[in-house]
C-alpha cells in the first residue's frame, strides 16, 4: 500500500534550523508530485512547498520563500523540506502529499496523505 511517512519535526528556536523528510513508500516520485502543507492551530491548512521530481519544478509559498528549500532523493524515495531561519509563524503541523500532478497537489487535491509531524519554534 502507499504510505508516506513525514519525519523531522521538532522543536526549534526562532532562527534554528530543522530538516523535515516525507519517505514514500509504494510511490515513485517520478510518477506524483510531492508537496508539503501546514496548519497551525486557529489557521487554515496551508501549501508551503511542493516539487515534481520528474521536473524539477519547485514552488514555495511567499512566506517561506528563502529560507525553506524542497529537494527529492529519488533513489531514496524521499523529499525534504530543509527550514531555515525559523520563525514562531511556522510552527504547525506538517504534513506531506503526494498526487498525480502538481497542479492537482497545488489545488491542495493530495491523493496521498502522511500524518503531520509538529513543529514548534519558540521565540
Known amino acids: 500500500d502507499v504510505q508516506l511517512q513525514a519525519s523531522g519535526g521538532g522543536l526549534a528556536q526562532a532562527g534554528g534550523s530543522l530538516r523535515l523528510s516525507c519517505a514514500a513508500s509504494?510511490?515513485?516520485?517520478?510518477?506524483?508530485?510531492i508537496g508539503w502543507f501546514r496548519q497551525a492551530p486557529g489557521k487554515e491548512r496551508e501549501g508551503v512547498s511542493c516539487?515534481?521530481?520528474?521536473?524539477?519544478?519547485?514552488y514555495y509559498a511567499d512566506s517561506v520563500k528563502g529560507r525553506f528549500t524542497i529537494s527529492s532523493d529519488n533513489a531514496k524515495n524521499t523529499v525534504y523540506l530543509q527550514m531555515n531561519s525559523l520563525k514562531p509563524e511556522d510552527t504547525a503541523v506538517y504534513y506531506c502529499?503526494?498526487?498525480?500532478?502538481?497542479?492537482?497537489?497545488?489545488?491542495?487535491?493530495?491523493?496521498?496523505w502522511g500524518l503531520g509531524t509538529q513543529v514548534t519554534v519558540s521565540s
Open positions: 502529499a503526494a498526487a498525480t500532478t502538481p497542479l492537482k497537489l497545488r489545488s491542495g487535491l493530495g491523493d496521498y
Open positions: 516539487i515534481d521530481s520528474s521536473s524539477g519544478s519547485k
Open positions: 509504494q510511490l515513485h516520485l517520478d510518477d506524483y508530485a
